[in-house]
């Protein structure tokens, strides 16, 4: 599928969030309890195991643009089964439990303007993929976006 133009904005505020995650600002720090750095820490890894679990399930579909690749197939198993983007989630988890670790309300605000992009890109991500594959709609009602649906 042909690269738009929102494509390459999505990535380039995503990769100018991932810089800005670097930098910290004291005045900033928050205090977190310890068991909450704790859990922070397992947050963290979750996070990342997600990411690497996701990427080796995408192999050769892997694109950091949402719009999918030529030639490109859905991947329906594997944690894919259970949520639409999970290296998203993967990003957030690892950002999310790092920023609790380090007590950072700074990285937590960056973490929280990642979510909002996450949630526009991938509403975006989801048309594209609906006119690419024509059992995209009901891969999205049986799985949840970022976390997995709770059937009821």
Known sequence: MKLQTADVIFVLIQFALFFLFIFEIPSFQIHIPSSIKLAGIGVAIVGLLLIL??????????SPFP????????IQNGVYKYIRHPIYTGILFLFLGYSLYVSSGYKLVITLLLLMLFIFKSRYEEKRLTQTFKEYTNY??????????INR
Do not use: D, E, M, V
């Open 67 to 74: 719009s999918p690749k030529s030639g490109s197939h859905l």
């Open 53 to 62: 679990i996701a990427l080796l399930q995408l192999n050769k579909n892997l």
């Open 140 to 149: 999205q009602k049986s799985t949840g976006r970022f976390l997995p649906k």
